[in-house]
């Protein structure tokens, strides 16, 4: 199994920055893709950002490119999104995910509240 713990959540004010970290424990080696997700009152889930753990490939939604990266460090298992020039809609729950090989269902973190005030 593969456990996912965020950290780093918190309130800014619109324009400021936010550093959210993932840290990954258990059977990391079949982790293929680890990324982001986050939710806003009243919607749905949407992905933010993903990276690849071969090649270190990332990818945005429209909505952050420009604004948001993803970054690993394979020493401390651990994936960070950094949130730069935030806007009060970047407000969410914000989800760690981690996809494996072989396995057809993903793994989720327990979320951690980002509010950007405006």
């Known amino acids: 199994q593969v456990q996912l713990v965020e950290s780093g959540g918190g309130l800014v004010q619109a324009g400021g920055s936010l550093r959210l970290s993932c840290a990954a424990s258990?059977?990391?080696?079949?982790?293929?893709?680890l990324g982001w997700y986050r939710q806003a009152p009243g919607k749905q889930r949407e992905w933010v950002a993903a990276?690849?753990?071969?090649?270190?490939?990332?990818n945005y939604a429209d909505s952050v490119k420009g604004r948001f990266t993803i970054s690993r460090d394979t020493a401390r298992n651990t994936v960070y999104l950094e949130m730069n020039s935030l806007k009060p809609e970047d407000t969410a729950v914000y989800y760690c995910?981690?996809?494996?090989?072989?396995?057809?269902?993903?793994?989720w973190g327990q979320g951690t509240q980002v509010t950007v005030s405006s």
């Open positions: 990276l690849t753990t071969r090649g270190s490939y990332a």
């Open positions: 258990g059977n990391i080696m079949t982790i293929s893709v």
């Open positions: 995910n981690a996809k494996r090989t072989g396995y057809s269902y993903d793994t």
